[in-house]
C-alpha cells in the first residue's frame, strides 16, 4: 500500500490539465503518475525528462532498456522492473536475456556492448563514481551522445526507482 495517497485527476484544473497530457503521451494513468499529481510541478518535470530519456534519445531502446532492468533488479524496484519487460521485448531483447540479468556475469547471453553496459550500469547504481576502466569500455561502442543518453537514462532511473519505492507504489499489474 502507498506511503501517500495518489492524487485525483479531476481535483483542480492543473492537475486535470496535466493528468490528460500525461494519459496523451503514456495511453494510460500509471500509479506512478497518480503520486506525481500531488505535486504538478514536479510531476510536468518528471514527464519531460522520462519522455525525453525514452522517446527522443538516439541510444538504441536495448541499451536503455537493459539498463533499466538491471537498476530495477539491483533496487529491488519491482514496479519498474515488471513495466519494463514488455518495452525489454519490444526493443530485441531476448526472454533469455531478461531471464539471466540476475546472474548476467556468468551467462553467456550477453555481448561485448551489452557487459559494457551492464557494468557501467552497476558502477553508477551501487558505487557511484565509476572507474576509468569501466568507461573506456563503452567509449569504442557510442558516440559522445548515445554516452550522454545513456548516463542520463541510468541515473534517471535510479530516481524512479527510489521514489517507488519510497513511497510504496503500487503495481499497476
Same mark, same amino acid.
Given at each position: 500500500?502507498?506511503?501517500?495517497?495518489?492524487?485525483?485527476?479531476? /481535483?483542480?484544473?492543473?492537475?486535470?490539465?496535466?493528468?490528460?497530457?500525461?494519459?496523451?503521451?503514456?495511453?494510460?494513468?500509471?500509479?506512478?503518475?497518480?503520486?506525481?499529481?500531488? %505535486?504538478?510541478?514536479?510531476?510536468?518535470?518528471?514527464?519531460?525528462?522520462?519522455?525525453?530519456?525514452?522517446? /527522443?534519445?538516439?541510444?538504441?531502446?536495448?541499451?536503455?532498456?537493459?539498463?533499466?532492468?538491471?537498476?530495477?533488479?539491483?533496487?529491488?524496484?519491482?514496479?519498474?522492473?515488471?513495466?519494463?519487460?514488455?518495452?525489454?521485448?519490444?526493443?530485441?531483447?531476448?526472454?533469455?536475456?531478461?531471464?539471466?540479468?540476475?546472474?548476467?556475469? &556468468? %551467462?553467456?547471453?550477453?555481448?561485448?556492448?551489452?557487459?559494457?553496459?551492464? &557494468?557501467? &550500469?552497476?558502477?553508477?547504481?551501487?558505487?557511484?563514481?565509476?572507474?576509468?576502466?569501466?568507461?573506456?569500455?563503452?567509449?569504442?561502442?557510442?558516440?559522445?551522445?548515445?554516452?550522454?543518453?545513456?548516463?542520463?537514462?541510468?541515473?534517471?532511473?535510479?530516481?524512479? %526507482?527510489?521514489?517507488?519505492?519510497?513511497?510504496?507504489?503500487?503495481?499497476?499489474?
Amino acid at each position: 500500500m502507498a506511503r501517500l495517497r495518489y492524487a485525483k485527476e479531476d /481535483q483542480d484544473e492543473e492537475v486535470a490539465a496535466l493528468a490528460a497530457q500525461i494519459r496523451k503521451e503514456r495511453g494510460q494513468m500509471h500509479n506512478l503518475y497518480l503520486m506525481l499529481l500531488n %505535486s504538478p510541478p514536479v510531476a510536468r518535470g518528471w514527464l519531460g525528462l522520462l519522455t525525453a530519456v525514452r522517446k /527522443q534519445c538516439k541510444l538504441p531502446g536495448r541499451f536503455r532498456e537493459l539498463a533499466i532492468l538491471r537498476i530495477a533488479l539491483l533496487n529491488r524496484a519491482h514496479y519498474e522492473y515488471e513495466g519494463h519487460v514488455p518495452f525489454a521485448l519490444k526493443a530485441g531483447l531476448s526472454q533469455h536475456q531478461i531471464d539471466d540479468l540476475p546472474n548476467w556475469k &556468468t %551467462s553467456e547471453v550477453f555481448t561485448e556492448i551489452e557487459r559494457a553496459v551492464l &557494468t557501467y &550500469t552497476e558502477a553508477m547504481t551501487k558505487d557511484i563514481q565509476v572507474p576509468d576502466a569501466v568507461f573506456a569500455a563503452l567509449q569504442p561502442h557510442f558516440a559522445t551522445r548515445e554516452l550522454t543518453e545513456l548516463t542520463a537514462t541510468i541515473a534517471t532511473y535510479n530516481l524512479v %526507482s527510489r521514489f517507488l519505492e519510497a513511497l510504496k507504489i503500487d503495481s499497476d499489474h
